[in-house]
């Protein structure tokens, strides 16, 4: 058989092996490289849901800390005054439950000595919570009147009510877990958080934990300010809906993960999504802070994660390669002269192949840098507008918290110089002192007209039927009773019905009647009149007076706030009612308008766009 080996056949079965050898070298590289790159997928991918679990985390932080910030030093200073500081609460908090799934609740947990146990509960009983008691957890399970101590951390305020029943009332310091992290957070002032635990009110939901935040009360001793903890703030979580409702947008179905808390001496397993990780299974870790702890996120995959078009181009590079390297093997044994050539482009093609495959991966890795850049910046702007809202809403409250104050020093100061030191300040002094008391009643009506307007857009909003012919005899009579001097008639048009939110609506009518009778004081006779008519849109609303009126030219201005057609010396007011009006027809999709004629009174039109 040696005698067919000749120079040419043994010049192409090297050549042939040599190609082969090549070829496997080739998938040996694509294959590690498509490896690592596995390994760096993941791990970018790993990063982007941990930076969305942490941006949860901060949410809820921020959340409760703006709650913190609400609850102002006279929160339960006074029993008449708990049924408002409750609706108050759930007002401001609804929007946080409604708007983040994951936070099941949020709670106002107060410090109460032993001393104050029973005004406390006599409060919320008051505020219609008839069987309301602190309570605690016996041995068998079951819920029982708390035991005396010295000091109870109960479950005040929930908002949402709704299926946490069973938690109103519970005293958190009758659990060491719950306990021990309430401790921590009056100790350092800062946000804590509780191993995981099971909830009273829904143990089914597995591992779930209280994100807690400190609440001070301000008080001026000779010292200087001192911080008094008056409490706790919390919001109620499960770790599975969080950890789903912040990576719920990037739906990477072949990735699985695993959250740990790594805080105390064993590491405790809260959540695992997809399979359970084998033991050859590429895994990369993140590390996240939720408060006071600390979580792991372990992070693996499966093969099929490495990309179909990588698989593809391993499988060509190999049959491309061994074919190419036959072909090569039987052309030289055919033409045994152009082994040089042949060679050389063998080695030219080898080489465009792999120009061809790096740059291939270098424009992978660009796309995927980009989309990385692309989605932290869409987070950062997300998180930065919404920080940005939660701050003014706060500085808002804390606004009209600090200005009453002052103002009610000046009223009361200035009451008191002429109810006490009257004989000896002449008629200007009383004068000026009564001016300086009333600025301060107009300045206290002023910031709760803002409040008022600034709260239209965050009140949750109810579509039904309202009586708006009741509603207008309502007023009509409550003004009547406030000024029995004058002469008012009202003609109020029967059976006149609207579709929005009961309580919005009754602002409406309110300032709109409130504004008819006092801009028609000059009239012998006040005539006011409401009624409805049909259009194009519906039923238009209009309220008439026949009141001092306006120019027309000026129509513009009305409607905004801080706006006057008329002077204080004229007429009072802060020039917010009608601003608030115009909001609250805004948010039922619908609009208002006004036609005047100076001397002639004024009408004020209105639709309501729930009726389309």
Known sequence: MLRYINRGNLRGLLTFILGLLLTLLMVFELQEHGEQDQLNRLDDIAEQHAALIRLGVLHVNEEVESTA???SDDFLEHDNNMLNALRDYQTFTRRITGDNAYVLALEWVPYVTHNRRVEFESWMRKAGFS???????GNDGAMLVASERDSYFPVYFIEPMENNEAAHGFDLGSNPVRLKAILAAMESGEATATESLRLLQAPELGNSFLYLYPVYKKSISEQGDKKIFIGITLAVLNVEMLVRNSVAALKQKKLHFSVYDVDGSQQDLLYTHGKVRGSTEPVTSKFIKVA????????WTEDSFVSEDRKWVTLATLFAGVALSLLLGLYLNVLQGRNRTIQQRVDEQTRELRNSIQERQHAEQEVR?????????????????????????????????DLRAPLRSMGGFSNILIEDYGAQIDAMGQSHLQRIAGSARQMGTLIDDLLNLSRINREAMSREKVNLTLLAGEFAELLQEQEPERQLEFTIQDDVFGYGDKHLLRLVMQNLFENAVKYSAKEDVSRIVFGVNSSANGQLYFVRDNGVGFDMDHANKIFQPFQRLHAMSEFEGTGIGLATVHRIIERHQGRIWCEAEVGQGAVFYFELGFER
Do not use: M, Q
């Open 369 to 401: 840098k980009l989309n990385v850049e692309l989605e932290r910046r869409v987070e950062k702007r997300t998180a930065e507008l919404a920080t940005s809202n939660r701050e003014l809403e706060a500085f808002c409250y804390s606004v009209s918290h």
């Open 131 to 137: 069987d309301f008691h602190f309570i605690e957890r």
């Open 292 to 299: 006071d702890r600390s979580w792991r996120i372990d992070f």
């Open 69 to 71: 910030a609400f609850i």
